[in-house]
């Protein structure tokens, strides 16, 4: 019970808190309240988990929240506000269409997350408790940011918030990765704000008030100063495909997703990229409404395109499995990017791709920390035979290998499959269909080539030493199945209600002339 | 106005070249504090705030530019000497990028920045004025700073130089939305976090030593 026992600061912060809540919670904001709590209820956990004794019972508090927020945003996808919030913030069709994936995976994480910090009892754990709920909440107010700045702040954040997640491991590598991360990053989201700023400008050459809603931007439309304009485009495109890992600034990837434990990076692959997409998503909205949508389109391409070059050369190229599955994330980064410049269509297909993606992703990183533990190495040199030694976490990494390479029944296949027909259509390009589909070959060489190495043939000798201290048990198997799962069913039968969010979303992006 | 103004953008491109130039740390840190000062007399300046009267009116600008100054003049700078004191370390003795080069780079952006302003529109009331060019310049030089210098802390300098080019640019937008100066402090927040990543790594590579030399301690 000890461990239990909140002191008296504590609970005078948390009855600060509830008067908070209720305040907000007068006439008008009543409706809105689940909106709020996605973005309140995780920050809350994470203070929570900041004062919260306990260092074996701590990690049951990522689930316990990431439950309670998977269940609003679910409870939102199904049951939509008939208005967002406020012109700040609120749950809008394209927030709706993206959010509960994020949340999903945040869930399956955090429950593998609990075994995981069992297993590594020896480190203290306050911190990556407390930031891993942070960085849920600021994920969630980035998705419903409907303002630059408060959009600029919620990704700042979550960058922040990310940086001590990276090291938990302590060793020197994850301090290097760590350091990679934070000038990189940071680099981009100076970026981002100056061309949060430059939007800014061409709204108030524009004759405009500067104010950066994207409600008011969209509704300026022409009136956007247009070198201004553009200027903020390049630079907010850059400074966010930072932070999504496009290709050339995706170099902070390998070794971030290399060095942090694999529940971050399986959040970092599908949650805090997915809010980098909606950024960019949201500013070609209003590049389109200025008319210049062609330009923003042939950008998109052009890099998406790029990335999925580079990211093919070094799949084939790579020894690590797990800076593989970073190269595989800049890849399927280059693949949101091209589709959500082949029109109404390829974004559909984007934001189909996005739950696809994110849900597979999952499940790899989630298998591939298991492998990595057993082995107690990372390279294909090291590591072999392990589906002997870990044969569940194997087999789940194969077919997520499969899944994210878009074998028929899993989801990729259908989202890929979509943005092929995209860019086929006469709307779309078909020189980037045709390079699209090569780079997916190479990937696939690629990646087969590490898994197969890895998974296949007989294990080390000292592998065997080290493979029997963590064995398979329930707790780091089930979450990544449930997504594998989840990422069969969103093949096989796509529910109605996402189909349509997704709808609405692109509806909400390409607004009928 | 504009023509103290435009001075004072002038001396911040002046401190750019120079910390380009500088070999030794300790003057690179020195040129960044003085370019925060001088950033964080700007709004004044702008807001044509010279009595005490007329700054009680305006407080948020006076506030802006106190925090300005405390943080890039003397908080950040400390931090940055002291870390550096801690890692020993007073030189960037191997820069990808060598110093002359730097200065070259340097002083070709700011050229560069001049002509490119030229060509983006500006409204009457910040025609003439030098803002654009000058963080034009300053981002330019905190890339130089960053991909060049291989020393943390030269590349934090970097960093700190490329985000006061943009603090800049936000002085264009200082009636619009007072929302977004908030969010250039939280980009100072973000610098903070930089330097103290640098010496929680530093303390930690102190511990280690430390621990070494006990457990010797201990063995005799």
Redesign the interface.
């Known amino acids: 019970m000890e461990c239990l026992s909140l002191d008296g600061g504590v609970s005078i912060r948390l009855c600060v808190l509830l008067l908070l809540l209720c305040a907000l919670c007068d006439h008008s904001f009543l409706a809105h309240m689940k909106e709020l709590l996605l973005v309140l209820l995780p920050l809350a956990g994470a203070a929570l988990a900041a004062v919260w004794r306990g260092n074996r019972t701590r990690p049951w508090l990522m689930p316990v929240f990431g439950a309670a927020h998977a269940v609003l945003s679910l409870w939102l996808l199904v049951a939509p506000p008939a208005q967002p919030l406020g012109s700040w913030f609120g749950f809008d069709p394209l927030a709706r269409a993206v959010l509960p994936t994020v949340s999903l995976l945040f869930v399956l994480c955090a429950a593998y997350g609990v075994s995981y910090l069992r297993v590594r009892a020896e480190r203290p754990n306050r911190v990556f408790v407390s930031l891993m709920l942070a960085v849920l909440g600021l994920l969630s107010a980035g998705h419903m940011a409907r303002h630059l700045?408060l959009l600029?702040?919620a990704t700042?954040g979550v960058?922040?918030a990310a940086?001590p997640l990276l090291h938990f491991n302590?060793t020197p590598r994850a301090?290097e990765a760590?350091?990679k991360y934070?000038?990189v990053g940071?680099?981009g989201?100076?970026l981002s704000?100056?061309g949060?700023?430059?939007l800014?400008?061409a709204?108030?050459?524009g004759g405009g008030?500067?104010?950066?809603t994207f409600g008011a931007l969209l509704a300026q439309g022409v009136g956007l100063?247009k070198?201004?304009m553009l200027?903020a485009w390049v630079l907010l495109l850059v400074g966010y495909g930072t932070k999504m890992g496009l290709a050339p600034m995706h170099t902070w990837k390998p070794d971030a997703y290399g060095e942090a434990p694999g529940i971050v990076g399986a959040i970092l692959a599908g949650g805090v990229t997915t809010v980098a997409f909606t950024a960019i998503l949201r500013v070609r909205a209003v590049v389109a409404a200025a008319g210049e949508g062609a330009i923003a389109d042939r950008t998109l391409i052009a890099i998406g395109l790029f990335s999925l070059v580079v990211a093919a050369l070094f799949l084939l190229g790579t020894r690590d499995f797990k800076r593989m599955l970073a190269y595989s994330s800049v890849e399927h980064m280059g693949i949101l990017a091209l589709a959500a410049g082949l029109g109404a269509p390829g974004l559909w297909a984007a934001l189909f791709h996005v739950w696809a993606n994110s849900l597979t992703k999952g499940a790899l990183f989630l298998s591939a920390g298991n492998i990595r533990r057993a082995a107690g190495a990372r390279t294909m040199d090291e590591v072999g035979g392990m589906a002997k030694l870990t044969p569940v976490s194997a087999a789940i990494f194969v077919a997520g290998m499969f899944a994210v390479t878009a074998l028929p029944p899993f989801g990729p296949f259908f989202s890929e499959l979509r943005i092929v027909r995209a860019s086929f259509a006469p709307s779309g390009s078909a020189i980037a269909g045709v390079v699209f589909l090569g780079c997916l070959l190479f990937a696939f060489f690629g990646l087969t080539r590490v898994v197969f190495a890895i998974v296949d043939g007989r294990p080390r000798v000292a592998t065997k030493l080290t493979g029997h201290r963590f064995p398979e048990t329930a707790g780091v198997i089930v979450p990544p199945l449930i997504l594998m799962a989840l990422s069969l069913w969103l093949g096989l039968a796509l529910p109605e209600v996402l189909s349509t969010s997704w709808t609405e979303a692109v509806a909400q992006l390409y607004p009928a002339p | 106005m504009n023509g103290t103004l435009n001075l004072l953008i002038g001396l911040t491109m002046g401190l750019n070249l120079m910390a380009l130039g500088s070999s030794r740390i300790p003057s690179l840190i020195r040129a960044m504090s003085v370019q925060g000062v001088v950033l964080g007399v700007m709004p004044l300046l702008i807001e044509h705030l010279f009595g005490w009267e007329a700054m009680l009116r305006h407080w948020p600008v006076l506030l802006v530019a106190v925090a300005t100054i405390t943080v890039k003049g003397i908080v950040i700078p400390r931090l940055l000497n002291r870390a550096m004191r801690a890692a020993n370390i007073d030189r960037d003795m191997e820069p990808l990028i060598g110093y002359v080069p730097s200065i070259l780079l340097g002083a070709g952006g700011t050229i560069a920045a001049m002509a490119l302003a030229r060509s983006l529109p500006l409204l009457p009331e910040h025609a003439g004025s030098l803002l654009v060019p000058g963080a034009l310049a300053s981002v330019l030089t905190g890339f130089v700073l960053l991909i060049g210098r291989t020393k943390a802390i030269s590349q934090v300098c970097g960093y700190l130089i490329l985000e006061n080019g943009i603090y800049l640019f936000g002085l264009l937008l200082i009636h619009a939305t007072p929302l977004l100066v908030e969010a250039g402090i939280l980009l100072d927040l973000t610098v903070g976090v930089f330097v103290i990543g640098i010496i929680v790594d530093h303390i930690q590579r102190a511990f280690d030593s430390l621990d070494t030399r006990k457990l010797t301690v201990l063995r005799e």
């Open positions: 700045g600029w702040i700042e960058t922040l940086i302590a301090f760590t350091w934070l000038l940071g680099t989201i100076a704000l100056l949060s700023f430059a800014g400008y709204s108030l050459h008030s500067g104010d950066l100063t070198p201004w200027t």
